[in-house]
């Protein structure tokens, strides 16, 4: 069977990618359904974008590749094609854009787009080998069962990293862009929890606090959760796209500043009262008591000097954490590293030494902040790559 475009992924990149690639495009997929990560992100209710979306908030070793495509298919354009969808949404804290009903519409309203192209779907198909002949792409593909052969022009690789496992997840792309002479960077687990092998903080799991996490120079202002492994909530999660094994994550539990002078207010106005009771009006009870017994907090308010107190606020600002590892691909909401873009176009997605063959989205080594950074990505490179092969189809 002979199509124009194959497209290995039915995810968000890859759908995106279908709905403008023109001609007879198929998309295959070995899952039963098509977007289960949009299906699950966001609690369900899918973070598809952020207002604030751009180049600053991805990382990548060419932190320059992902511009024409951010700038050429921004937010407000997918925000449009939600409208035209009539599909209802809300922004939640730092510009995060989420359906108000489910993802579930977000994953429809892409099958409509690439059912209007005129794109196939095979599901519950997986790929067997894939080989380049000419100026053709031959695949053998397994379709429930049943071997069929496949041929096109253009070969689309958009099935994602490693992470979440459990959901299909195999790192397919990474071997048939070596396969082709492309090479990678290192891969990691990114948006993940942290870990620690002495399970620290088992007694104080579910607390909450705000805090800035930093590591390696990079902050983030954001919740973060103590768990019965270790460290989880937004601050960490981002955190963790910049932190490597043996690193030191640093927390500041006071990161509006606020502390001191609301301690030396309490020792004027309360003296006789306990330290960590002062505390619990800041921290949650649970955290305090953790802290008074790793920083040795204890007295009454009154007895505490200025530079006492400066030195406690000093610890509570830079709480320095050396976590032993992560929680790995199986809770990582992304795949740090990936595709090198030195071997792609930034315009149009495909690869320098190979006419016909593309990479989008997560495959490759563009990978965005928590909030929606990923999705938008999906939606640019798909779409950069999908315009590209229409306009040399035609």
């Known amino acids: 069977m002979e199509f124009d ?11 995106m990618c279908a709905a403008h690639s023109g001609g007879r495009t198929l998309v295959i997929d070995h899952a039963k359904a098509p977007g289960e990560k949009i299906r699950i992100s966001g609690g369900g209710r899918c973070n598809f974008t952020n207002l604030d979306a751009k180049p600053e ?7 320059h590749f992902c511009k024409s495509a951010l700038k050429r298919y921004t937010q407000w354009d997918f925000i449009d094609l939600m409208a035209k969808h009539e599909i209802a ?17 977000v994953v429809a309203m892409l099958l409509q787009e690439m059912e209007r192209a005129g794109a196939e779907l095979w599901l519950k198909t997986s790929v067997e080998t894939v080989a380049h002949t000419g100026d053709t792409f031959e695949l ?3 379709r429930e069962g049943t071997p069929i052969a496949v041929s096109a022009k253009h070969l689309v690789l958009a099935s994602g990293g490693k992470s979440i496992p ?3 997840a195999t790192g397919l792309a990474y071997d048939l862009a070596t396969q082709f002479g492309l090479t990678l960077t ?10 620690f092998s002495d399970q620290r903080y088992a007694p104080i799991s579910g607390v909450s606090t705000p805090v800035r996490a930093r590591a390696n120079g990079t902050a983030f202002e954001e919740a973060c959760l103590f768990t019965h492994r270790g460290l989880s909530g937004p601050a960490i999660l981002q955190a963790s796209s910049y932190w490597c094994e043996g690193d030191v994550v640093s927390l500041d539990l006071d ?18 009262r306990d330290i960590t009771t ?23 308010i009154g007895d505490q000097s200025d530079p006492a107190l400066e030195q406690l606020c000093a610890h509570i600002r830079n709480w320095k954490q050396r976590p032993t590892g992560s929680e790995g691909y199986r809770t990582a909401e992304v795949t740090l590293g990936g595709i090198d873009t030195d071997g792609l176009s930034s315009k149009t997605m495909e690869a320098k030494t190979l006419k016909g063959l593309y990479v989008i989205g997560e495959a490759m080594d563009v990978t965005g902040w928590l909030g929606g950074y990923n999705f938008q990505w999906a939606w640019s490179s798909g779409w950069a790559a999908g315009t590209a092969i229409a306009q040399r189809s035609n």
């Open 5 to 15: 475009t194959i497209i290995i992924g039915a995810g968000a990149a890859g759908m």
């Open 57 to 63: 908030n991805f990382i990548s070793k060419n932190p």
């Open 89 to 105: 949404w809300h922004e939640k804290t730092l510009g995060q854009l989420f359906c108000d009903g489910s993802a579930k519409q």
């Open 140 to 142: 053998k593909l397994l």
């Open 166 to 168: 459990k959901m299909g």
């Open 186 to 195: 290192d891969i990691r687990p990114a948006l993940v929890p942290l870990t």
């Open 255 to 272: 990161p509006e500043g606020g502390l001191f002078e609301a301690l030396r207010a309490a020792r004027q106005e309360q003296g006789k």
């Open 278 to 300: 002062i505390l619990t009006r800041h921290y949650p009870a649970r955290l305090v008591q953790h802290l008074s017994e790793e920083m040795q907090i204890k007295g009454r």
